[in-house]
């Protein structure tokens, strides 16, 4: 699936410029390509630190953190003052 053909992107008010993805997996990886293409700030995280090392080195994400997702906390913390969505 082409992500990036989804109207709901384009749809996006434009002064939400930021959003912060929880994992980098096939379908993490694809959300953040399609944003990241489509000009938003993407925070993306995930619990494998190859997989943050490999989005950051790709330039899919601007922001990548390896962060265990256990709890509430931890994401709030992480993501506070940064995007607008969550995805």
Request: charge should be negative.
């Amino acid at each position: 699936m082409n992500l990036s053909s989804l109207s709901f992107f384009r749809s996006l008010r434009k002064d939400n410029q930021q959003f912060a993805v929880i994992g980098l997996g096939r379908f993490g990886r694809s959300v953040c390509s399609t944003l990241h293409n489509f000009g938003y700030q993407v925070l993306a995280t995930d619990i494998d630190e190859k997989r943050v090392s490999e989005a950051l080195t790709e330039g899919i994400v601007d922001h990548a953190l390896q962060l265990d997702f256990m709890s509430l906390t931890t994401w709030t913390q992480a993501i506070a003052n940064f995007a607008n969505h969550d995805i």
